[in-house]
């Protein structure tokens, strides 16, 4: 055990191998957290129409940045529509050397975006996150060079030199204190980030977005909002399965197809059906609302 200052009763500080190594990983990521943090304001002051030289550095905001979970830290920047930021953030700490680390904390992020947002503003970060699931299993989980999804987050050469690591023991370092903190985070809160689904392959991604899709449409009515974000996980399900017919994942192109069934009753005839209300409708009562509709 090492010793700091004149002992615990001197008001000293005892620090033990595990003190030590606590306090290793929390300033390893503090480190990258305040790396992170310089490229969001300089992606956020592109994003404004300023240039990245006018980024300024919010000390407060970035002293509550630094100390919150990475789970925390993603949903915080979504839930406030800083889809900028949000990017960032998943570029930064989502790691095609490491795909057997969990993954599903950026679904979890993902998922606090508003239901009155429009997926097609956010589909960038809907693509990335379904792929980093998508390759922790299912014979996914290889390792190799950045993949279409974090290009698909491409950052300005600006953002790019903010992000830029210090050699690769440090950055190994860094992933590797991330992965505990990450790996404590889920532990703590029952796996599945918020609890909700253990995220994993191709079965996983699916099951989050039915899950979401649904959610959008029952949260907002915006059955429209419901059918882009099926659509740009279909299409991401699809390219990583190698099909290419935009269609991925039985349960969600069976959801796909009842949402397109419902979109023109609703849009067009103006039927005030929930589709969950759609869903447990028998053929023949789906008949009979588009003869009533008609």
Not at 21 to 37: D, E, I, S
Not at 189 to 208: K, L, P
Not at 255 to 272: F, I, K, N
């Amino acid at each position: 055990t090492a010793q700091v200052g004149a002992g615990s009763k001197g008001g000293g500080v005892d620090l033990s191998g595990r003190d030590i190594a606590a306090w290793r990983r929390r300033l390893l990521r503090y480190r990258k957290r305040l790396r992170v943090w310089r490229a969001i304001a300089v992606a956020e002051a592109e994003a404004s129409g300023g240039g990245g030289g006018d980024a300024r550095l919010d000390t407060a905001a970035h002293s509550t940045f630094r100390d919150a979970h990475l789970t925390a830290a993603a949903a915080s920047l979504a839930q406030s529509g800083r889809y900028a930021a949000l990017a960032v953030l998943l570029r930064a700490h989502a790691a095609p050397a490491a795909p057997r680390r969990d993954c599903g904390w950026v679904l979890d992020a993902v998922a606090e975006v508003a239901e009155v947002a429009d997926p097609a503003d956010y589909a960038p970060l809907v693509t990335c996150a379904l792929e980093q699931v998508l390759r922790t299993g299912d014979g996914g989980d290889e390792a190799g060079a950045e993949t279409e999804g974090l290009r698909g987050l491409a950052m300005s050469p600006a953002v790019e030199r903010a992000l830029s690591r210090g050699g690769e023991a440090a950055a190994a370092a860094e992933e590797e204190a991330e992965a505990e903190e990450v790996a404590a985070e889920r532990a703590r809160t029952g796996g599945g980030g918020s609890g909700r689904i253990a995220y994993a392959g191709r079965v996983g991604a699916c099951a989050w977005l039915c899950a979401r899709v649904r959610q959008i449409e029952a949260r907002s009515g915006l059955l429209d909002h419901a059918i882009t974000l099926a659509e740009i996980g279909s299409e991401s399900v699809a390219v990583f399965d190698g099909s290419g017919d935009g269609e991925g994942g039985g349960d969600l192109s069976r959801l796909l197809g009842r949402l397109r069934q419902l979109e023109p009753l609703v849009y067009e005839l103006g039927a005030a059906t929930s589709l969950q209300e759609f869903e447990g409708m028998s053929a023949a009562d789906r008949l009979q609302l588009l003869l009533d509709l008609g």
